[in-house]
């Protein structure tokens, strides 16, 4: 009995490390050749129904790529810049050419951004805000992408579970709500998704600038 028992856990393992895949690191190559110093942020393209969306983000993706090491452009100077030439839409301004954002700002590489949700997201009983984006860091020299990914962050990631039942959830769901629509909850979910999206250090994430001390010994960013 023993030996069948052995015999049994054995395949029982073996069928659990089957079913258990380590996902494939993260190609840093053509990062690691450009190695760029400074970043131009264009504005991000909003695919959601919210107006916000796009400064939401646009305002807070300078400063985990700052901290991370890297010098970024003035967001006020981008901006400017492209109203003097009458680009106003997102959409447009990722349509000019790489040589001539190169031309005209004299950074290394621009960082693409594309939101997919933003606000608030109704449950059955509960709401929660919702911003998701992905990304594209592309060089400026040479038009090669230099690295992509994506985030999302929830304003019920640090809510904790009601004790008293349907009616506290209740309760709990209007209260969030209110809270939410009055403080603009998205703006600070935004942030959230800005720094999982843009910060050194993540897995699958950008790599650390030359401003960083972390600068070409970061490998794999570690979790």
Known sequence: MSVLRTVACGLLALLLSGCVTTPPAYDYTAFRQSRPKSILVLPPVNTTTSMQATHGMLSQLTRPLAESGYYVLPVTLMEETFRQNGLNNPAEITEVSTTKLREIFGADAALYVRISQYGTVYRVIQSET??????????????????NGSASASSAENRGGSQGGLVGLLVEAVVYQVMENVSDASYDVAGMTSARLASAGRPAGVLYGPRSPKYQQDGSPAP
């Open 130 to 147: 919702v911003v998701t984006a992905e990304a594209r860091l592309v060089d400026l020299r040479t038009g090669a992408l230099l690295w």
